[in-house]
């Protein structure tokens, strides 16, 4: 606080009161405040904390000496945005008569910044008086008022607004640095000659801007009313060809002419109220050659401003204060001489991470910090960082040199930003990338649990293409044995690792279920040479994984979170970092990370089998409702969909399938006697279930133990209600689209013969080997056996059980056909097909052309296009597409979900009566080898009938083709209903237990508490206020009530 004279302050130093936050203090002091008694000048807000941190650990870490004004060198800050919110609309944050129970978006930001939002509603109220104290009453704003708080909602959402809002700051920041440091002499620093917006541009490439719709136009255009002139928007224009085509030697293959176009707040607008460009640079042809986001950055280069760029993606954010280091940052650049070959051309920052919003945003938003911080100044120290986009500062200059600020091939560089990186360390000369620390971005993470999972997918098919680009391969070449080994471990290595990690547990499993049934069976024992030293194989296994699995497991644990608690620990205090590493185990963490893991292992080695990568769009807003089980049901009690696609559908043949085998296994390891016949081993083999425990929970169960709202019981009998119609409604059309969609499609790189085909082959030779010594022991048992009857009974082991579930498809189609039935499989094979000129009318945009159908087809396509949900349109009668005549007794066939319960049970016991041999000598564990061993070839089987399905062999196959299809299929739903219904059953203890929650605690939910850290979220119960005599307005004449 000032306390000068006028005379003071114009000749002299004036006295000021300093802050106590600006007090220094002695370390036990700082202990003293941190773990007992608070600062009550310390701020409360957690923004703000950080804030304060940052801008005085900066302040404190070296820096180049920073550009004086007004020599400022221009700089431009670009930013893709493709279908990103540019604003946050209503409907977004409160729907009037939204589903019972669930809370509006709106609600969760007011609690989350409840400070800042009380802080906003008395400003509000302040600069009007009609502004209402309605709290959380949110259908009583009126639209006025509902702007100004989807405004204020946009930027602590991740939207285009806060990112722009943000990225402006640069503005008057060098304002700022005019005023207080400028070169006053110089003619450049003259009122009228000086201006930020000369030496900073914010350009937005807005790829889809020509196709807005009304709402994105006005949300444009006010950004360009409250922001400063220094933004600029860059958009791809299109139109006809016209006349003039040849004679500027457009292609004839051409359809339009494309331009490159930019347009700010001076522009002209048109009756739509978007804007008429102020240049326009036609381009030779299509300019989206590759997923999109590359290809919208380099269109736009040609209007940056300045020798350097800075390019943010649309979820990010910045600081006045932060902004301040601009200078320093710039001065990175400077060389020692002109010409200087070992000059910088790329400075990487780290990013604040703001969306730590419930578990789920936290544990993405600890990876980031991680990752931006800690690793990045590892990785730059040893020579391995590369280009990740965002608070990068790039040589524009120089990165225009090789190509642009990013790669643009179609699939190849789907994470198109590394390779900016890469091909300045081929291209450098000897020069690295640096890192600094001193200047910060904000950056917004995913917050649900799909959207985590929907962006590590994408990341891990693109470093599956990663590895196969020439730029690896040379660097691999090129890179010393130091560096290559850390690039190897910063970007590949670590998702193969992911990969090797997530199938350690199964192949543990498999080997210690095969040593397991090895063993002796407790009866003619004498015929088996089974035991070494006198310990069965059970008790030798025990003390195997004892030593491989013990207490240490918990330092691994650890150790995957020791990053982030030595960055927080250093940023913070040991209090800080220890409470947020307990509240993230607490809140189950290890869960996530380990279905993350199995994620990433399916994505990259997908990749490297089959390719298709694509780029995958995430939305990274607060999940406030719940994700169903498979689809919607129809209002009332039947048992029909209206949509199709929940978290079962998303994650069946990723993670759901392996975790159901994983438990099975681990039951047949108990049962074979793989813990009671450990002996004194037993103790040890706590640590290898608690590993496989965890698995199996997080595989199996973490997409629903994090979806909001799951255990209701209201909402988890519609799921039951939509599992039956998802399996049964229209005899299985349900599952059947489903399971072409997304196993079964055709033209997907996937091939008759591949490596799973090898796998497997390895697997049935494992079990075999293993088998024919149980069967050699039993013809030494029974000498009557011949060779004859050895050889059948080695056949009766290597025969799969199909032949009782095969005769009964054969059986089942020809009754369909004898009784004019249309099974969803009969009706599938007379959809009409399209041929391939369609394909491409649809990808060239023609209008009209495509019907679901023909979609559908396109999508399959793709190897990695992302499940979408789909509204159930009806069931087209068979009969009316030109049906064949005879009795028309029944319309859908037979539900395809009974063959699949048919073709289980039969193949079941064919498989018990080929083995009932094993069982009358008490061999159990020869019985479950055989079983394992069936049960294997049965699923290579399985995948040659899939891989004959989609070849174009199948179309050639006539009727056998269809039995072929109902033995493929029913074995498919069974796996899938058996899956599902494991799943749900498991899940009904916890929705008991809710259950009793909510009847003692109504208002205390434990499934909020895990989700979102707060479990006193409820939405408000309405009441009937009836008007009572005493209310009604008095009527002249009328008689008064008695007192």
């Avoid at 409250?226 to 040849?246: E, Y």
């Avoid at 498979?630 to 978290?647: D, R």
Wanted: glycine share 8%.
């Amino acid at each position: 606080v000032a306390s000068a004279t006028p005379a003071e302050e114009a000749h002299g130093p004036r006295r000021v009161k300093v802050p106590d936050i600006f007090r220094e203090k002695n370390p036990l002091e700082m202990a003293a405040r941190q773990m007992c008694v608070p600062d009550p000048n310390w701020p409360q807000n957690a923004d703000v904390q950080w804030r304060i941190i940052a801008l005085a650990r900066g302040l404190g870490l070296p820096m180049p000496r920073p550009f004086r004004a007004p020599y400022m060198p221009g700089i431009t800050v670009l930013i893709p945005h493709y279908g990103e919110s540019i604003l946050m609309m209503t409907k977004e944050l409160f729907q009037d008569g939204g589903r019972k129970g669930e809370l509006p978006l709106m609600h969760w930001l007011k609690h989350t910044y409840e400070s800042e939002y009380a802080a906003f509603t008395s400003r509000m109220q302040a600069r009007s008086e009609g502004w209402p104290v309605a709290g959380s009453d949110w259908g009583e704003y009126t639209k006025a008022q509902w702007d100004k708080m989807n405004s204020w909602a946009s930027m602590r959402m991740q939207t285009l607004w806060r990112t722009v809002a943000g990225m402006c700051l640069y503005h008057p920041a060098l304002q700022c640095h005019f005023e207080a440091q400028a070169d006053r002499s110089s003619s450049l620093a003259r009122p009228d000659v000086w201006d930020p917006s000369e030496c900073f541009r914010c350009l937005v490439s807005m790829q889809m801007y020509k196709f807005f719709d009304q709402t994105q136009i006005d949300h444009t255009n006010q950004m360009f009313e409250k922001l400063p002139d220094c933004l600029k928007v860059a958009f791809i224009d299109c139109q006809g060809k016209g006349r003039a085509a040849d004679a500027d030697d457009v292609h004839p293959r051409q359809r339009r002419r494309y331009f490159s176009c930019l347009i700010d707040k001076t522009c002209d607008a048109l009756p739509d109220r978007s804007r008429v460009p102020k240049l326009r640079i036609e381009l030779p042809g299509y300019p989206i050659l590759g997923d999109g986001k590359g290809d919208n950055q380099n269109h736009a280069i040609p209007f940056m401003r300045g020798h350097f760029a800075q390019c943010i993606d649309a979820n990010q954010g910045a600081y006045f204060e932060q902004m301040l280091f601009l200078p320093c940052a710039l001065g990175e650049f400077r060389s020692r001489y002109r010409g200087d070959p070992q000059a910088k051309r790329i400075v990487g920052f780290p990013e604040h991470i703001t969306s730590d919003i419930g578990s789920i945003g936290d544990f993405a938003a600890s990876a980031e910090v991680a990752f931006g911080t800690i690793l990045q100044r590892t990785y730059a120290a040893l020579g391995a960082r590369m280009h990740y986009g965002h608070p990068d500062i790039m040589n524009k200059v120089f990165m225009m040199q090789q190509g642009g600020v990013s790669k643009a091939t179609k699939t190849l560089n789907l994470s198109e930003d590394i390779f900016a990186g890469m091909d300045f360390t081929l291209r450098g000369q000897g020069r690295t990338i640096h890192h600094q620390e001193y200047f910060h971005l904000a950056k917004g993470r995913d917050l649900g649990f799909n959207t985590v999972l929907g962006f590590f997918s994408k990341l891990a098919s693109g470093t599956g293409e990663q590895v196969i680009t020439r730029q690896a391969f040379r660097l691999g070449q090129i890179l010393p044995l130091p560096e290559a080994l850390t690039f190897y471990y910063a970007h590949v290595g670590y998702y193969f690792t992911q990969y090797l990690v997530s199938m350690s547990l199964p192949l543990l499993a498999f080997v210690w279920l095969l040593v397991v049934s090895s063993d002796c069976e407790g009866s003619f024992d004498a015929f088996l040479s089974c035991s070494v030293g006198g310990r069965s194989a059970a008790e030798i296994m025990a003390g195997l994984l004892g030593i491989w699995f013990s207490w240490l497991l918990l330092l691994f644990l650890v150790a995957s979170s020791l990053p982030l608690f030595v960055e927080v620990w250093s940023e913070r205090s040991f209090k800080t970092a220890a409470l947020r590493f307990v509240k993230q185990i607490c809140t189950l963490s290890p869960l996530l990370f380990i279905f993350q893991g199995k994620i990433i292992g399916h994505y990259v080695t997908n990749e490297l089998r089959y390719g298709g990568a694509t780029y995958v769009s995430t939305g990274r807003g607060l999940p406030t409702e719940r994700r169903p089980f498979v689809g919607e049901a129809h209002g009332g009690k039947g048992f029909k969909l209206k949509k199709v696609g929940g978290l079962y559908l998303d994650y069946a043949a990723i993670a759901y399938y392996d975790g159901a085998m994983l438990l099975v296994g681990t039951l047949l390891i108990a049962f074979s006697g793989g813990v009671s016949g450990a002996g004194a081993a037993r103790g040890q083999l706590n640590w290898i279930f608690f590993s496989l425990g965890l698995t199996i929970i997080s595989w199996l169960f973490a997409p629903f133990i994090f979806n909001p709202y799951q255990f209701e019981a209201t909402r988890f009998w519609e799921d039951l209600r939509c599992l039956t119609a998802f399996f049964m409604e229209d005899g299985g059309r349900h599952w059947v689209e489903w399971y072409n969609r997304t196993q079964l499609r055709k033209g997907s790189g996937r091939s008759v013969v591949d490596i799973v085909f090898f796998l497997g082959a390895f697997f049935i030779v494992a079990w075999y080997a293993m088998m024919n010594v149980k069967i050699q022991a039993l013809g030494q048992i029974f000498a009557a056996y011949s060779k004859d009857q050895l050889f059948e009974l080695n056949v009766l082991m290597l025969m799969p059980p199909f032949i009782c579930s095969m005769a009964y498809c054969v059986v089942a189609m020809a009754l369909e056909r004898i009784m004019g039935c249309y099974g969803a499989i009969r009706r599938l094979r007379r959809r009409p097909r399209r041929s391939g000129a369609a394909f491409l009318d649809l990808e060239a945009g023609a209008p009209g052309v495509a019907d679901g159908a023909e979609v559908e087809e396109a999508e399959a396509r793709e190897v990695h296009v992302a499940e979408r949900d789909r509204a159930v349109k009806p069931a087209a009668d068979p009969q009316g597409a030109g049906g064949e005549s005879g009795c028309r007794c029944c319309l859908f066939g037979m539900p395809l979900a009974i063959s699949a319960v048919c073709v289980l049970l039969l193949d079941i016991v064919e498989a018990a009566v080929a083995l009932y041999r094993f069982t009358h000598v008490g061999w159990w564990r020869a019985f479950v080898a055989g079983l394992m061993l069936k049960w294997g070839i049965s699923c290579l089987l399985l995948h040659l009938g899939e891989g004959v399905l989609r070849s174009q062999v199948f179309e050639r196959c006539g009727r056998f083709g269809l039995v072929l299809d109902l033995w493929v299929r029913a074995h498919r739903m069974a796996r899938d209903i058996l899956t599902s219904v494991l799943i749900l059953v498991a899940l009904t203890p916890l929705v008991l237990i809710n259950m009793l929650n909510d009847y003692l605690t109504p208002g205390l939910s434990l499934h909020h508490l895990l989700i979102y850290r707060n479990p006193n979220h409820l939405s408000k119960r309405e009441a009937i206020v009836h008007a009572c005599q005493w209310d009604v307005p008095e009527q002249p004449g009328a008689p008064q009530p008695k007192a």
